[in-house]
Each structure stands twice: as C-alpha cells, then as structure tokens.
C-alpha cells in the first residue's frame, strides 16, 4: 500500500494516535500483569506501526520518525499529568518544547530540499 501527499501525513496521525493508545496501554497493564490492556498494547503498536510504514512510501524517514515520536512524547507528556497525575517540572516543560522547536526546524528544513 502506499499513501499520497495528505493521504500520507493521515496515516503518520494514525501512528501517533495508536502509538499514545499502545503507551497509555503499557502503563495500564502494569508490566502484562492486566490482561486486555496487554492485548491493547500490542494491538495498538501493530497499527501504529503499520501506519507508520505506510506512511514512510511518502514521507522522508527522518521527517516521519521526527514528527512521530516527538509527536508522541509531548502526547504521553500530557497524558501522564491529566490521566496519571504525574507532574512536569518546569524544566521537563523546556525540554519538551525544545522537541517541538526540533520537529517544526526539521519539517522547515525538509521542505526546502
């Protein structure tokens, strides 16, 4: 399968959804000790995964993993503190911002060439 132009960065939005799922998953499983979050953690990387690739027909690799797992960090970032109560210490909001300006610079840069 091989994704077009937008068709593309749908498919990389549906890796990113799916690889939050799969993480917000493992944490629930409680290291494969709960059952069906277990499943779900592997169900929800396989599309992840299967997204990402075909994502990748399209995209350039280091843009697409760039987008993707920045993408997911600041996600799983946000999601530990609404869903886990888990804090984030000013610095740790620096760093993640300084992900987000590393992605925005990658895809700026990618476009030029």
């Given at each position: 399968m091989r994704a077009e132009g937008a068709w593309a960065w749908v498919f990389l939005a549906l890796a990113i959804i799916f690889e939050l799922?799969?993480?917000?998953?493992?944490k629930i499983s409680h290291g494969f000790t709960r059952f069906w979050p277990?499943?779900?953690?592997?169900?929800f990387y396989?599309?992840?995964?299967?997204s990402l690739n075909v994502a990748l027909t399209s995209i350039k690799v280091g843009v697409a993993y760039a987008v993707w797992s920045g993408a997911g960090i600041i996600l799983i970032s946000v999601a530990g503190t609404v869903f886990f109560e888990e804090r984030m210490s000013l610095s740790s909001v620096l760093w993640v911002t300084?992900?987000?300006a590393g992605i925005v610079g990658l895809n700026i840069s990618a476009k030029g060439h």
């Open positions: 799922s799969g993480t917000l998953s493992m277990s499943v779900l953690m592997f169900l396989g599309i992840s995964f299967t300084v992900i987000v």
